[in-house]
């Protein structure tokens, strides 16, 4: 029986990776890691194996969804560590690795650590408990025009909830979907129940947890007339009225 230790690597590049992962990472026998829910900084894989003295072997979605290459490894006695960017277990791909883990007989355990799903909230200053579902943009595609994340952000915004907005992202073809594409959908709230009233603001977030992090606060035209830099990019669709202090605090993202 082996081990697969799931190892968040958090927002930022190798060296936010806590002292405990370093030393984990150091000891087990082969280093996986993703970059198809989020993507590291560039360079970190390579800065990181070079710390190691050994490899990161890069998986994709498919070798993740269909994990022989991480059984074939565990079944061969030794402890193996997958690192993901983020908090390995915000995504549901990642929980059903765990239990193809625990259905082959073995263990695994788990480093948490920093995640969009809190950040982008922090960053602008919004209380993490006013947060209802999150939902993803994704792409638009011939033949394919969910209207299941508008309905949720408008169920959310009737719960006088806010919504964090996540962006799709393909980054084996370089592709991600930018604030601006994704601000100049959000007319599709329009005569739903939880629509944007005329003047009312949303938040934009920009590589959170990185030095480079920034953040914006204003109404959808002005926020599309802006340039939001490299990606990694999400929304925050905000409920109908806000705190007290979360007034006070979005103030300072507002456009100059």
Do not use: C
């Not at 129940?193 to 938040?203: D, F, N, R």
């Amino acid at each position: 029986m082996s081990e697969l230790l799931f190892v968040g690597a958090g927002l930022g590049d190798e060296k936010d990776l806590s002292r405990r992962a370093l030393e984990e990472l150091r000891r087990v026998a082969e280093v996986f890691a993703e970059e198809y829910t989020a993507v590291f900084p560039t360079g970190t894989l390579d800065r990181l194996a070079a710390e190691l003295g050994r490899p990161v072997e890069r998986l994709t979605r498919r070798e993740v969804e269909q994990p022989d290459r991480i059984l074939e490894r565990l079944a061969g006695g030794r402890d193996v560590a997958f690192l993901t960017p983020g908090d390995p277990f915000a995504a549901t791909t990642h929980v059903a690795l765990r239990l193809a883990v625990e259905e082959a007989g073995h263990t695994w355990r788990y480093l948490p650590a920093a995640s969009v799903l809190t950040a982008a909230a922090g960053l602008l200053g919004l209380i993490h408990y006013r947060f209802g579902r999150t939902v993803t943009i994704p792409f638009p595609e011939p033949n394919f025009d969910p209207t299941s994340p508008w309905d949720s952000i408008g169920r959310n915004r009737v719960a006088g909830l806010h919504t964090l907005v996540l962006l799709d992202l393909h980054p084996s073809d370089g592709r991600f979907l930018r604030a601006e594409e994704a601000l100049g959908m959000v007319d599709r709230l329009e005569g739903t129940p939880g629509a944007l009233a005329g003047g009312e603001s949303v938040g934009v977030v920009a590589r959170v947890g990185q030095p480079s992090a920034q953040a914006w606060w204003g109404t959808v035209p002005e926020l599309r007339a802006l340039n939001f830099g490299p990606p990694m990019h999400a929304l925050v669709v905000p409920a109908p009225e806000l705190h007290f202090q979360e007034a006070a605090a979005v103030k300072r993202w507002r456009p100059a």
